[in-house]
């Protein structure tokens, strides 16, 4: 057997994350070497001797390097083999005083965790930074170079991922007893590369190194099962139970990933799966002679996670997704459940003792999966069970975007959990059957409501689902929330009359997003406010428009900008070869490429300006504001139009950057492979970002905080989070433009049903393209075509004036030294509500009903 192949008795004996003072422990130290667990069981001293001891055993023995055999590589793994020992203690620390005290806990489901490196961060939240870089620093190594070393943990598309990480972040630095959930894909978001203009994809084997930031947990596995079939068992007493049979097995293996909390004990877990087979082969078909048919089979258990999915705000109904989907929510509920049942409470008591949150419709899965449970594994009634789910659910909406919301055909969830089929029929019925209660007759509606989409194949509408699972349904930014319940959840609106549906505004962690990627900009914030309790209390930083008039900060503040701009064109030149000046304006871009992010509307901005500038003499020329436009983000790899994107600012680049006439006036550069490490280097840099969708279209945004919370200035659209921002700075500190969320159906009609004459400057833009101007016209024929004849969806004729205007006036804004100080001054400090801390205690107070349990530096 397997050590994973627990057998189920297995499961409920053991007791590997804490046991409790009533239960009597497998087995008792001798009495004469407690003392040795003792020494073990406490944390190590921060001190540079312990530091550098450490370091060397890890590299000697874990890695069998020698003095003679290093390399910052190495050295990069003794130091996060010696961090993650104190990690550990801390670990242990925690889960023990968590099992005693037994508080409700919050369990955030995501499919995706978009962590970034590690190795930074928990020097930073453990307080140990300094210390280790002068331990390594007399060893000969240099901190920054072994950092450097670490490749992204990119278990994520995007925003969404990346929010899972924040979130985790504020969840331990708050004491909040939680865990995060996820699955360990053995391949993350795919590598972009830059061929010829082009993305081109390559696989993110992260794990080739091997990762020091997880413990395999081969002792924490659950079986899985896919297919099969349900019989219907009649008891003596007439009751009718189903029983899910047959079908095939596999087994998820935990992998932990700990969260320090910053300045804290508090350190909590990613709990992420693997998927193994349940048997390592099938011997019958190996005596049989068919051994490839035995592999195969072990193969593709392991493959349901090896692949992250690489689209972002975009659903592609494939089946391996699904079974992603239930293997995950299936070993995280028998974990849940697991731990729920060590204190022996009724099954009433469950929703007292465990909330659970919803990552986007992702998981939604796991409402059917707890009915299933409690009905015909538990024997309670439907009733009992139906109550239990929807007092523990709660549910994100993360979008409005209709091809981004997830369907599932019924006979591909019929074929892959023909039990999971029931009961959401099941649901559906119960739940349209109060409908029609509420609402007699109205035979329209509960079309409209149903959970199951009438069609060809019917489907399954997930939102649907697990909005009638949840307790709670939240949207990510006020204007976000308010279109989920005026356009596209209304009916349920109206049903469950308002309850049940709410605002949580998302956030960013201050930790990684300024004190981590900008130490300069973070050490001169403490030392103005005379500490650094900023970090953990954003709302410290409104006291920095105190100093708003002081031109020695303003001069300070600046020059600290243009140290990370330095940064940045160094990075620039190492990646493309071009060269970028750190004087002029840094107009910054950088998110997933998408039709409604609108990145084809800057570019064609770009060319206007190329055009405007080839039309002036020099001495013109010389007093314009000199301006880089730099770009960055991957497109999903079968995203033809987003790719086509990619491809013409890589031409325009080309062209304007090799152009005599033009020099340093304009610069576009394509930063190839955007992610969590190159985020933190570009966003301390930017004067100004963009975040252009077309109104209505992103639901909260949160690179838009990150920017202004570096002090750089927004660019864009009356949509999502911008908005709120502009409250919190103030208007004249952002720069907004385009048409508002409810003027955009109106004017989608229009395009549609009249001919609307494009703006004239975007038909010369266009004319440009055409002419060749950058390239084989031909090539961008079918993106030029979304304008002409696609009906222009996204708006871009419609604003494309006003970004012209928004960007002259941010050009005249720019060359008032004095006066973009203090805007920028003014955004930093007006970003105290953008933290992530502040969403968390929402959710735990309104939502998830949890506590703080602050964890003591030693156990009793
Ligand atoms: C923050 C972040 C995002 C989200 O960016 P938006 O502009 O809000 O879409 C995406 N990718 C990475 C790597 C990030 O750090």
């Not at 019958?284 to 705000?313: C, H, R």
């Amino acid at each position: 057997m397997l050590p994973y192949m627990n057998s189920k008795d297995d499961h409920h004996r053991r007791c590997a994350t804490g046991i409790l003072p009533h239960q009597q422990p497998r087995w008792l130290p001798p009495p004469e070497t407690l003392h040795l667990w003792k020494e073990f069981e406490t944390p190590e001293p921060a001190e540079i001797a312990a530091i550098q001891k450490s370091f060397l055993r890890h590299v000697t023995k874990t890695f069998a390097r020698t003095a003679f055999n290093m390399d910052n590589f190495a050295s990069y793994q003794g130091t996060a083999y010696s961090l993650r020992d104190r990690l550990i203690d801390k670990w242990n620390i925690t889960q023990q005083h968590h099992t005693r005290e037994d508080p409700k806990r919050v369990y955030y489901l995501s499919l995706e965790f978009l962590l970034g490196r590690s190795l930074d961060s928990c020097l930073l939240s453990l307080g140990v930074k300094d210390i280790y870089k002068k331990a390594l620093d007399e060893l000969g190594f240099r901190l920054e170079d072994l950092i450097g070393e670490e490749v992204d943990a990119a278990l994520g598309n995007g925003g969404l991922g990346r929010l899972a990480a924040c979130y985790m972040d504020s969840l331990a630095t708050l004491d909040y007893p939680a865990w995060g959930y996820g699955i360990r894909y053995n391949y993350g978001i795919f590598k972009q590369l830059i061929v010829d203009g082009y993305q081109t994809e390559f696989p993110d084997y992260w794990l080739n190194f091997g990762n020091p930031w997880e413990i395999e947990r081969l002792d924490v596995s659950y079986e899985v099962r896919f297919r099969g079939y349900v019989n219907k068992v009649t008891e003596e007493d007439g009751t009718i139970s189903y029983v899910w049979e047959g079908g095939e097995k596999v087994v998820a293996v935990a992998y932990d990933v700990p969260i320090p909390g910053y300045g804290t004990m508090n350190t909590i877990n990613i709990r992420l799966w693997s998927a193994k087979p349940a048997r390592e082969f099938d011997f019958a078909m190996f005596n049989d002679g068919n051994y490839d048919k035995a592999v195969e089979e072990q193969k593709s258990a392991e493959n349901i996670t090896s692949v992250l999915y690489p689209n972002d705000n975009h659903m592609v109904g494939k089946i391996l997704r699904l079974k992603q989907q239930y293997l995950f929510v299936c070993a995280t509920l028998q974990d849940a459940i697991r731990r729920f049942k060590k204190t022996n409470r009724p099954w009433s008591d469950f929703p007292y003792q465990v909330s659970i949150q919803l990552n986007d419709t992702h998981p939604t899965l796991g409402i059917p999966e707890l009915q299933r449970i409690l009905i015909d594994e538990e024997g309670l009634s439907w009733d009992d069970a139906w109550d239990i789910v929807t007092k523990t659910f709660s549910f994100t909406n993360h979008t409005v975007l209709p091809e981004a919301l997830e369907r599932w055909a019924v006979p591909l969830v019929q074929d892959l959990l023909p039990r999971h089929m029931m009961i959401i029929f099941d649901i559906n019925l119960f739940f349209l059957q109060k409908v029609e209660k509420k609402f007699p007759g109205d035979r329209d509606r509960l079309r409209r409501m149903s959970i199951i989409e009438e069609g060809h194949p019917q489907n399954v509408r997930m939102a649907f689902l697990a909005i009638v699972g949840s307790h709670t349904v939240n949207g990510v930014a006020e204007l976000h929330s308010n279109l989920i319940k005026n356009v596209i959840f209304t009916d349920f609106v109206e049903y469950y009359e308002g309850n049940k549906f709410t605002n949580v505004t998302n956030g960013i962690t201050p930790r990684r997003w300024l004190h981590q990627c900008n130490p300069a900009l973070s050490d001169f914030i403490t030392q103005k406010l005379g500490s650094d309790s900023w970090v953990k209390d954003l709302e410290q930083l409104k006291k920095l428009k105190e100093f708003v008039d002081d031109p020695a900060v303003q001069k300070q503040w600046m020059a600290i900008k243009r140290q990370n701009k330095v940064r940045l064109a160094d990075y620039i030149h190492s990646i493309t070869s071009i060269q970028v000046s750190p004087d002029s304006l840094f107009d910054i871009q950088v998110k997933r490429i998408h039709e409604y992010k609108r990145q084809f509307m800057n570019i064609l901005g770009v060319i206007h300006r190329y055009l405007r500038l080839k039309k002036m003499t020099p001495e013109q020329k010389a007093k314009e504001v000199p301006r880089l436009v730099v770009f960055a983000g991957k497109s999903a790899p079968g995203y033809f139009i987003a790719k086509l994107v990619i491809k013409l600012i890589n031409s325009v680049g080309e062209v304007i950057n090799n152009d005599p006439e033009i020099g340093d006036v304009l610069k576009v550069v394509f930063i190839p492979n955007y992610n969590v490490s190159l985020a933190e280097i570009i966003i301390p840099a930017s004067d100004i970002s963009q975040h252009i969708s077309t109104a209505g279209t992103e639901a909260s945004g949160t690179s838009n905080m990150k920017f202004v919370l570096n002090g750089g200035i927004i660019l864009g659209t009356v949509d999502g989070a911008n908005i709120e921002i502009g409250e919190e700075i103030g208007e004249d500190n952002i720069f907004f433009f385009g048409v508002k969320a409810d003027e955009v159906e109106d004017i989608r009609h229009l395009n549609r049903y009249r001919k609307i004459e494009m703006d004239p400057d975007l038909r010369n833009v266009l004319d440009a393209i055409e002419k060749g101007t950058f390239g084989d016209p031909k090539i961008f024929e079918p993106l030029v075509a979304t304008l002409t004849v696609g009906g222009d969806y996204y708006l871009i004729s419609k604003d494309f004036a006003s970004y012209i205007e928004a960007q002259a006036d941010a050009d005249e804004a720019y060359k008032d030294k004095v006066g973009w100080a203090k805007k920028s001054i003014l955004c930093t400090a007006g970003m105290s509500k953008f933290s992530s801390d502040r969403s968390i205690n929402e959710y735990a107070e309104k939502i998830w009903k949890i506590k703080p349990c602050s964890v003591p530096a030693t156990l009793p």
